[in-house]
Nanobody, 126 residues
Framework: QAQLVESGGGSVQTGGSLRLSCAVS????????MGWFRQAPGKEREAISC????????YYIDAIKGRFSISRDNAGNTVHLQMARLGPEDTDKYYC???????????????????WGQGTQVTVSS
């Protein structure tokens, strides 16, 4: 059974950095596109990044471009989200998920993802 487990969240001050990890088990990571989402209480889950199976192609929403970087280690069964220059607006619970089928235009549709992690909380204080 496929399982995703996020880690690396925490509390930082504005301008700080965090590196989130998503440990994957029960499937061959290299066969799947991966996405990162975030969600605040009472708000819809928001897609923020997608990475192709090889890791060669990455996609970001405008709000995080230039600050966040998604990467993957298929041999190590891990996907990462490096976050820098964090601000209070980045305070959310962050989730990894698979598989949107591609990182094409529909990658931001959460309904395309079938396996989700439990999330890791990121809190940025001003």
């Amino acid at each position: 059974q496929a399982q995703l487990v996020e880690s690396g969240g925490g509390s930082v001050q504005t301008g700080g950095s965090l590196r989130l990890s998503c440990a994957v088990s029960g499937l061959t990571l290299a066969d799947y596109y991966m996405g990162w989402f975030r969600q605040a209480p009472g708000k819809e889950r928001e897609a923020i990044s997608c990475i192709s199976r090889s890791g060669q192609n990455t996609y970001y929403i405008d709000a995080i471009k230039g600050r966040f970087s998604i990467s993957r280690d298929n041999a190590g069964n891990t996907v990462h989200l490096q976050m820098a220059r964090l601000g209070p607006e980045d305070t959310d619970k962050y989730y990894c998920a698979t598989d949107p089928g591609s990182c094409g235009p529909a990658w931001m549709n959460s309904g395309r993802y079938i396996v989700w992690g439990q999330g890791t909380q990121v809190t940025v204080s001003s």
